[in-house]
């Protein structure tokens, strides 16, 4: 079964910029559809970026424009850049990796990352 790591979270102002990275044990990307999710203190996660086998991607609302989802698949690596980041966005982000992941759908996944914590400071 894959592993997920994520890192690249932090603490930073208003508008500033944030890369996330999620690395994966094994390839992934020929299996699953890839995405990120955050979750806020006693809420369900949800979903911000799904990035496809095919590379189409899809993304929530609150941050279209603003973040871009992506991977390097010789690197077994999936990225979320976060920029022009709102106070709103400080959330603990997750990796997750599903043959049917959606932004709208709900965890258990095929992977499930521990987690980086993002904070936005105004």
């Known amino acids: 079964q894959v592993q997920l790591v994520e890192s690249g979270g932090g603490s930073v102002q208003a508008g500033g910029s944030l890369r996330l990275s999620c690395v994966a044990s094994?390839?992934?990307?020929?299996?699953?559809?890839m995405g990120w999710f955050r979750q806020y203190p006693g809420k369900e996660p949800e979903g911000v970026a799904v990035i496809d086998r095919d590379d189409s991607t899809a993304y929530a609302d609150s941050v279209k424009g603003r973040f871009t989802i992506s991977k390097d698949t010789t690197k077994n690596t999936l990225f979320l850049q976060m920029n022009n980041l709102k106070t709103e966005d400080t959330a603990m982000y997750h990796c997750?990796?599903?043959?049917?992941?959606?932004?709208?759908?709900?965890?258990?996944?095929?992977?499930w990352g521990q987690g980086t914590q993002v904070a936005v400071s105004s």
């Open positions: 094994e390839y992934p990307f020929s299996r699953y559809r």
């Open positions: 997750a990796a599903d043959r049917w992941l959606s932004l709208v759908g709900k965890p258990p996944y095929a992977a």
